[in-house]
Structures are given as C-alpha cells and as structure tokens.
C-alpha cells in the first residue's frame, strides 16, 4: 500500500473557495451553520433526524449499538418497510398522482408513473413473487438494464422482506454467475435483451449461460422489453413478467415489516481480491441514510424532478435514483440511454422538457459535455436546475467552471460528492447551502462524519499533506459486513488502521487524499489494487486472472492509466509464452477473455505486449512503474528493479500503439 500511488488529479490545482450563489442559499433545505456543532455535541442521538424521514411501524430503541463493532447498528428495534417508506405513505400523504418516476427511453420514448401507478406495480410483481416461492430473506437477483422494471423489481423485493441483488446489465455471464453462486440466489429477473447504440442485443442468452453453471435450480422471471425485435423461448422454470403480473392484476401485498437492521439488499463490488465482494446494506440505517443525505446534499425537496444519470446496477443509482428520491416521495428521472444519442443535447432536451431542478452526474461526463462544446446546452432552456453535483471520481477545476458556467449559468452549487458502495451514501461533501466550494475539493466531512485524512501510523497527516482517507466514527448508511464474510469485512476495511484493543476502530476506504486547513479534502485515487473507470471499481486481480485464461500468456499485470483520455483507462500488460506470438489476434483473445470475464467496461485501453514485466529482486512485478508509463508520466525511483533494461522496451510498447 503506498499513498503516494493515489492518481486522479494534480492536487496543486484546487480552486479557491467559492460561495453558493445566495439564490440557492434562500431556499435551501440545510442553512443553519450550527448543524455542524450540534452533530458534535449530541452524537450518536443527532442521527435520528435521520431516521425521522421515515415511518417507522415500531419506534427503535438505541440509535447506536456499538456492541459489537465493528459490526455497528442502528435504530435497533425499530421495524419499517422499505417499499412502504417509498410508496404507500406518499399515497397516504395525498401525493397519489405525483409523478414518482418519469422514465425516459433510449429511442425518445418516454414513460411517467405516478405514485399511485408505482404503488400498483410493485402490489403486483411482489404478488407474482410470492407465487413463484419468494419468501423473506431469499436473495433476489435482478440483471435488467434501466428500464422500470427494474426499480419496480427493486421495491417489490423490498415490499415482501427478499433482499435484492442487482447486477448491472452490462456485466458478462460469468460475472452474473459468480455473483449469483456467492449469493446462494435461487431466483433471477432478467429480459430477453435491450437496445444498443439501436441495436437489439440479447440479454437472456446471457443470463441462460449464467444459469448453466449453477448449481443451484433458479427461477427465471423475464421481462419482454423487445417484442418482435428479439423474439425469445422460455424454458424451464423460466417465466414472462407480464404474463405473471397480469396473472396477479390489481393484488396488494402487505408490507413486511422489517427489522431495522434486516439486509435490505446486496450489492457486489470489486474489492482487492479477484472475487466480488457482497456488500450488505439493511433496512433502517440504509434507508435514513439515503433520505437523509438526499435531502440534505442533494437538496432535493417533494415537488422537486431530480436527475441522477447514474445506471441503477451501481450503488449510485440505488441510493439517488431509486431509494432516497422516492423515499422524500419526489419525481426521479431514469433514464436509459447515452449522453451522445441519437445527438449530444439529449440530456439537456430532457432537463429541458422534464425541467429537472437537480441534476447529479459523474465528472467523465461533464468531460464529455466540455469537449463536445457549449453549444449543446445553449440549445435548451435548463433555468429549471438549481444544484449540480458529481461523483465517483475526482472533477479537476476546468471541467468543474465549466459545468458551473454552461449547465448551472452560476446559478448553481455544485456538490462533489465522496462515498463509497460501502457508505451506503455520501459522506464527504459540501453542505450546498453552508459551505463555500472549492473547485478539485471534495469538501470537508458531513455533519456526523468523522473523516480524516491519516499517515501510516493511523496519525492525522498536517494539512496539505497526503494520506489515507479513513472513517473514525460509524454511520447509519454504512456496510454491516459482507454476504458470508464477516471475517473479510473486518479484514478488508478494519484491520488496517483499527486498535480494538483501544476499542478505536477505524474504517478504511482504500483511498488516499489529502486535507487542507478547512479540512476540506481532495481524492486522489485507489491505494489498492482497485481501479477506478470513469466511477465503476473494477479489480486488477480478476482482469489478470482473466487475461491468465489465454493460452499463450506467462504473466500479467494490469494498471490504471490516464495516457490517451481525461480519465483513467485499464492497460494490460502481458508477456507470453516460449512459442506464443504477440500480436493483434493474442491482443485480441486478452480482451475477448477479459468481456467474458467481467464485460466491455473492462476493455483495456490497450494490451502491451512485452518479453517481461519489471520486477523488483524479490520478484514482485513494480506495478507503480507500469503505472507510471501507462500514464505517460516521468518514472519514479527504478534502482530496486532486477531488470531495468526492460523498462525502455515497455515504454517504447506503449507509445507504439
Ligand atoms: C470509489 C468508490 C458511490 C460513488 C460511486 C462509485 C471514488 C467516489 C469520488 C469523488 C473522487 C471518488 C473513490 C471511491 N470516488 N466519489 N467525489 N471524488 N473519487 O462507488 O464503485 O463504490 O467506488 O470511487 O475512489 O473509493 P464505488
């Protein structure tokens, strides 16, 4: 582990601060300074505001049991349902014909359901679940790309007590499969297939040879998103969505009332190790969390229409499309397209069109919309928006002016939001209508959010000074543990920095970053073996070991690297085998077995071919060197390695192609 590996962005370069625009500040839902302090003062307790966003069928008895940390929860005792908290109390609130979700689809179709509409849906499916066997604590998974079956999926496994696990669609069979095996899940909602760039393009035959390698009997629920563009057969214990819902047309389901610290869902994301780690999150903590944060970062109020263009399949969308919106009962734009299709206006025709209040998108999109040219904004009238925000990576200041100026025309705060798929939501960030901006910086911690930035000794580094970016206190949204893992939970987040001795336990993000003297912090990237593309984790362990796969390669390493784009790219480096001829057709077997393994948000920018890798004399590949070259960047210290005449060879390699 070695801080100084962080990449991401040139830290000298943050922004001076800049005040929200006083417009914003007027109405903002969070303007008191004092919150700051009164989360100090009364913590754990300041947490119930929190959980008083939602109702509660039984009211908690502690809002922190720190029994058995680093196993926290929160609000123990209380019972609730998630689905409920977003739905039937909205309707019970009068807000039954406010839109919910207005979803817009990838060839300009567009669907809007009202809480009422939403209600129904989710009454339905978790009917026609039941019948199928679902019963409480069953791991649904779920594998559609964003169409509104999906959250309707979602809130329907959340309405009868089946944690859902969703995997994002783009993800390969292989993929699904690990995921599915780790997750004991007998029962799958899926589709025959969906557009692509215009193209109909076969999902279900995916998930049939997911299916073939489990060895558990799975349940199939398949939603016919393309008709005679796709046509498909069912087989066995594979059954069409519409036909089981309308099977179950007008059924309500009582909501099962869950403990407050019952899994709500799981989440898989990549961790150090080759094999995808479940994230639990529960019901209580989780779902204030969301809310909470929404609210409070987001500013999203009820009668707001709020844009989260993240893809359902990763925590983001979980958290700010689906859970948190609804559960302030606002409207939630899903939408299931690209940026650049069918022409490079159509996020801002559908601000426009929708006028969107809130819009909360990843920095390589607003890299994108920069070079693409103000022009495509100025075609729109986005008056409506009121906050931006970003997340995922870090967002250097000239696309983050850019963004103030062309999308928010200065009349936004934007936010840049740090969390994590273990967080739950975010936690490091500017209060929008508190706290000044500084453009490269995420911000200082949340109200309640003990994050510091620290040395390897655990000690708080001086300010301007890089470090680890770790967690002291709990937090509702955090993880409870991973699915069948407590031990790699503590293992993987708590060992590093933790002194239980002290009873002091220490999350560790994986991140390093530095603090300056408002202890507003800056990302700097992945300490671990994780890289981070344009915001999806992926591990290197499980591209090396699928590139290892290909018959013809000895050994390789993969690296995160920003040569050819603003972003970070995977590069593979691979040397081959006595006899084994590097070339296009090997390079093109190492990417082929790398999208089987985990899918084309894997693809390496390039394959390297090269006689060896660099190793030190104890034999490890120096993957901070291939980093280094991958990123075009002057290489650092190369006396320790044992084959330094090989480094020219690479670099040369690298440029080549
Ligand atoms: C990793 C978490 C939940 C966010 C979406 C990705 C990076 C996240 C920022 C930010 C710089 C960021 C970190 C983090 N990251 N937000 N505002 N600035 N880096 O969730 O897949 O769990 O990835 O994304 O490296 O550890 P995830």
Same mark, same amino acid.
Request: contains cysteine; proline residues 7%.
């Given at each position: 582990?070695?801080?100084?590996?962080?990449?991401?962005?040139?830290? &000298?370069?943050?922004?001076?601060?800049?005040? %929200?625009p006083s417009s914003f500040v007027e109405q903002a839902n969070v303007?008191?300074?004092?919150?700051?302090? =009164?989360? +100090?003062?009364?913590?754990?307790?300041?947490?119930?505001?929190a959980a008083a966003l939602l109702e509660w069928d039984e009211a908690y008895d502690d809002v922190l049991d720190e029994e058995d940390a680093p196993f926290y929860e929160w609000f123990t005792g209380g019972k609730l349902n998630a689905s409920y908290n977003c739905l039937d109390r909205h309707l019970e609130a009068g807000r039954k014909n406010h839109a919910a979700i207005i979803w817009e689809g990838k060839r300009g179709e *567009?669907?809007?359901?009202?809480?009422?509409?939403?209600?129904?849906?989710? $009454?339905?499916? /978790?009917?026609?679940?039941?019948?199928?066997?679902?019963?409480?604590?069953?791991?649904?998974?779920?594998?559609?790309?964003?169409?509104?079956?999906?959250?309707?999926?979602?809130?329907?496994?959340?309405?009868? !007590?089946?944690?859902?696990?969703?995997?994002? /669609?783009?993800? *390969?069979a292989d993929a699904?499969?690990?995921?599915?095996? /780790? /997750?004991?899940?007998?029962?799958?909602?899926?589709c025959?297939?969906?557009?692509?760039?215009?193209?109909?393009? $076969?999902?279900? &035959?995916?998930?049939?040879? =997911?299916?073939?390698?489990?060895?558990?009997?799975?349940?199939?629920?398949?939603?016919?998103?393309?008709? +005679?563009?796709?046509?498909?057969?069912?087989?066995?214990?594979?059954?069409?969505?519409?036909?089981?819902?309308?099977?179950?047309? !007008?059924?309500?389901?009582?909501?099962?009332?869950? @403990?407050?610290?019952?899994?709500?869902?799981?989440?898989?994301? &990549?961790?150090?190790? !080759?094999?995808?780690? @479940?994230?639990?999150?529960?019901? !209580?903590?989780?779902?204030?969390?969301?809310?909470?944060?929404?609210?409070?970062?987001?500013?999203?109020? #009820?009668?707001?229409t709020h844009w989260c263009s993240a893809d359902i399949g990763w925590i983001t969308g979980h958290t700010y499309i689906v859970y948190g919106p609804l559960a302030l009962g606002t409207t939630t734009v899903m939408y299931e397209g690209t940026p650049d299709y069918p022409d490079r206006d159509r996020l801002w025709e559908i601000v426009d069109r929708n006028a969107v209040d809130v819009f909360y998108t990843a920095p390589t999109a607003v890299q994108a919309f920069m070079k693409w040219g103000e022009q495509y904004p100025n075609q729109h009238d986005l008056s409506s928006l009121r906050l931006l925000g970003t997340v995922g990576e870090p967002i250097? #200041?000239? %696309?983050?002016?850019?963004?103030? +100026?062309?999308?928010?025309?200065?009349?936004?705060?934007?936010?840049?939001?740090?969390?994590?798929?273990?967080? @739950?939501?975010?936690?490091?960030?500017?209060?929008?209508?508190?706290?000044?901006?500084?453009?490269?910086?995420?911000?200082?911690?949340?109200?309640?959010?003990?994050?510091?930035?620290?040395?390897?000794?655990?000690?708080?580094?001086?300010?301007?000074?890089?470090?680890?970016?770790?967690?002291?206190?709990?937090?509702?949204?955090?993880?409870?543990?991973?699915?069948?893992?407590?031990?790699?939970f503590v293992e993987e987040y708590w060992r590093q920095f933790s002194t239980p001795d002290d009873d002091e336990w220490v999350y560790f993000s994986g991140d390093a970053a530095r603090i300056d003297d408002d202890d507003y912090i800056t990302i700097l990237g992945r300490v671990d073996d994780v890289i981070n593309v344009a915001g999806h984790r992926l591990s290197t362990m499980e591209i090396e070991s699928a590139i290892l796969g290909v018959s013809g390669v000895a050994e390789a390493a993969?690296?995160?690297? $920003?040569?050819?784009?603003?972003g970070t790219?995977?590069?593979?480096?691979?040397?081959?085998? $006595?006899? =084994?001829?590097p070339g296009p057709s090997l390079a093109a077997a190492v990417t082929a077995s790398i999208e089987s393994a985990i899918g084309p948000i894997a693809r390496p920018e390039e394959v390297v071919f090269t006689s060896e890798l660099p190793k030190t004399r104890s034999g490890k590949i120096m993957r901070r060197l291939l980093e280094d070259i991958a990123s075009d960047e002057e290489l650092g210290d190369t006396s320790a390695l044992r084959n330094p005449e090989i480094v020219g060879e690479i670099q040369a390699a690298t440029r080549d192609e």
């Open positions: 582990m070695d801080y100084r590996n962080g990449r991401g962005q040139d830290t &000298s370069s943050v922004g001076p601060p800049q005040r %929200p303007t008191d300074e004092g919150i700051y302090e =009164a989360f +100090e003062e009364n913590w754990p307790a300041c947490w119930e505001r *567009s669907q809007t359901y009202t809480y009422r509409e939403l209600f129904v849906k989710v $009454n339905e499916f /978790a009917a026609a679940l039941r019948d199928l066997g679902v019963e409480e604590d069953d791991v649904v998974t779920i594998y559609l790309p964003m169409i509104p079956e999906l959250p309707i999926a979602m809130l329907a496994c959340a309405r009868i !007590g089946a944690p859902h696990s969703v995997v994002f /669609a783009g993800l *390969s699904l499969a690990t995921r599915m095996d /780790a /997750a004991d899940s007998e029962y799958l909602v899926t025959d297939g969906y557009y692509r760039r215009g193209d109909a393009f $076969n999902q279900l &035959s995916k998930a049939d040879n =997911a299916l073939l390698s489990l060895e558990q009997d799975v349940s199939t629920v398949v939603v016919d998103r393309l008709g +005679e563009d796709l046509p498909h057969v069912l087989g066995d214990r594979q059954y069409d969505y519409h036909d089981l819902v309308a099977e179950h047309a !007008g059924e309500t389901v009582d909501p099962v009332s869950r @403990g407050s610290e019952d899994m709500l869902f799981l989440m898989y994301t &990549s961790g150090t190790t !080759g094999k995808p780690k @479940g994230v639990v999150h529960t019901t !209580g903590g989780y779902l204030s969390y969301a809310a909470w944060t929404t609210r409070a970062v987001l500013d999203v109020e #009820p009668n707001d250097s #200041p000239r %696309p983050w002016r850019w963004y103030y +100026e062309h999308i928010g025309d200065e009349e936004c705060p934007i936010v840049d939001t740090w969390w994590q798929t273990e967080t @739950g939501g975010i936690t490091v960030t500017t209060l929008p209508g508190i706290k000044s901006m500084k453009p490269g910086a995420a911000g200082p911690p949340l109200p309640g959010i003990d994050a510091r930035v620290v040395d390897d000794d655990g000690e708080s580094v001086s300010p301007g000074e890089s470090g680890y970016l770790t967690l002291h206190r709990p937090w509702p949204g955090m993880a409870r543990t991973l699915y069948d893992g407590d031990e790699q993969v690296v995160g690297g $920003n040569g050819g784009s603003s790219d995977v590069y593979a480096y691979v040397s081959t085998e $006595n006899g =084994a001829e």
